[in-house]
């Protein structure tokens, strides 16, 4: 299987969400505790708390913001279910 490298624009306040969504599920699947989950995701929910209010804005380049929910879909996807074996 061939792979390559693409450079992509992004909506970076829904890329921030979807970045602390998916750090959360894997350590919550690690079974981390409360404490650990905060200390070590608090960055990352101060970057998407801090501007999600200009997703709705970023929603009306609706080709770049699906692109951010697709580029991250992966990633989503192996932190719910486990990545699949080589």
Do not use: C, H, W
Request: overall charge negative.
């Amino acid at each position: 299987m061939a792979k390559e490298k693409k450079e992509i624009e992004f909506s970076k306040e829904t890329d921030d969400v979807l970045v602390l969504l998916v750090e959360l599920v894997k350590d919550i699947r690690e079974k981390k505790s409360a404490t650990q989950l905060m200390g070590e995701n608090l960055q990352n929910l101060i970057n998407a708390i801090g501007n999600a209010d200009q997703i709705p804005d970023e929603n009306k380049d609706r080709k770049i913001f699906l692109q951010t929910i697709g580029y991250r879909t992966g990633e989503l996807a192996d932190a719910l279910l486990g990545s699949p074996s080589a």
